[in-house]
């Protein structure tokens, strides 16, 4: 097995696990309403039963999204459904993406207004391997060494083999527009939420901001 098939056969382990627990956790049935923001349908495979899918994402990932049951373009932050349009909204490793703290907050309480329950999975800033770039410690240096570093040295290429274009465009991506979140930092966007934490040996790898329905 080569390192980019092991690396592959590890995410959908933890994809599956993670899947696992958040039916578990919420008690889906085929029947539930679900928003996913910033999903693909490759995801919801990974459960026996399927809940009533919607997913929510840029226009870019149109192909991504092929054979999807429904999915709408649009922006985490700025949701074009009505108040507590779904049973639950999900989300996995977006709000992290959306830019600034005033961004993420935006984003935290779209979540919480079109979903009577949510799932928002982040990975944690202190665990010691950035998880989007795969390489040890680099997101706690500083930006302007991140911005030297990054381009030059990251395993996330060698791992996630990809054309040049595309690349580039998520390591600029990343420098310009991921904001990491700790355990307090998530807990103070999402307050009426629980905080779990998805362990790798012992360590928080993810958080996950629970809320159930009321």
Excluded: C
């Amino acid at each position: 097995m080569t390192a980019v098939q092991r690396f592959a056969a590890i995410s959908r382990h933890f994809r599956r696990r993670r899947m696992a627990r958040f039916a578990a956790e919420l008690g889906l049935t085929s029947e539930t309403r679900v928003l996913d923001i910033g999903g693909t349908p490759d995801n919801w495979q990974l459960l026996a039963a399927p809940p009533r899918l919607v997913l929510l994402n840029t226009p870019r990932a149109a192909e991504e999204l092929t054979g999807a049951p429904a999915w709408v373009a649009g922006d985490g932050r700025a949701l074009p459904f009505r108040d507590a349009a779904f049973d639950v909204v999900f989300s996995n490793s977006v709000i992290e993406h959306v830019g600034d703290l005033a961004s993420q907050r935006q984003f935290a309480r779209e979540v919480a207004r079109v979903g009577r329950a949510y799932w928002v999975e982040t990975p944690n800033r202190w665990f010691p391997v950035e998880q989007h770039l795969l390489t040890p410690f680099v997101h706690w240096l500083p930006r302007p060494w991140q911005r030297t570093l990054v381009p030059r040295f990251n395993w996330w290429r060698v791992l996630v083999p990809l054309p040049a274009d595309r690349r580039d465009f998520y390591i600029e991506h990343y420098l310009r527009d991921v904001h990491l979140l700790g355990p307090g930092e998530l807990r103070a966007l999402f307050p009426d939420a629980l905080i779990l934490r998805e362990r790798l040996l012992g360590v928080a790898k993810s958080l996950v901001a629970l809320r159930r329905s009321p």
